[in-house]
């Protein structure tokens, strides 16, 4: 019996006439199945659908037998909010990135919204002073080739108006990955004693280990470490 015919036989017997479940096999919820195809990262990050594709780069993933097939994205907003979306919306992008299942960046929106999105893509594509400028795959691969050529995160953050923290999503793959491009973490870059001086001030100034190693390129746990040695 297929998948498709389990289900119908499921649905239309009532649960006492259907044979008790084989002890030890274990049937994942919803919940449960959909979570486990997504690379889950900190709160404003990118969370990138790990499953199978459908058109537009949006992740695509099987809800039930009457749902069927549903747009990745529009799932993890239902079941982060318990609010399925509203016929006639749309679920949109905050992040402009496709296969992105992070509640935080998703919120339903109306036909209009939606295509008013694409046409501010269209006239304004670096979006500077926009929380997450929207940027296109050949502003991507710019950026992650800039990046591994040696220029800092900090100067193309400024210059595509993103944030660091959205510039690192793009140079590790966490997002865009499928415009190409080279992706990963750079080497380690040597700090001067000037830049150790001024990293321990930000941080001192407030500045999280996070954003400080986006800004002098190296990993998190690496600017938490240096900062703390002064401390
Ligand atoms: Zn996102
Ligand atoms: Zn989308």
Redo the contacts with the bound molecule.
Sequence with gaps: MCRNHYQQWRLSTPKDQRPPARPGASRLSIDERFWQRVQKGGSD???PWLGAHGGYGHGMFWFSAERKRESAHAIALELATGIRRPAGMYCC?????PP???P???YYGTPRQNGADMVGRARNPRGVGKHNALLSEAQVVEIRTRYFAGETAAALAAEFGIRPGHLS?ITRGR?WKYAGGPVGIKRVPKLSQAQRAEMRARRAAGASAKELAAVYGISPSYARNLTRRAA
């Design positions: 990050e990118c969370w992008h905050r992040c402009d990135n992105c299942c992070n935080a960046h998703l999503n997002m």
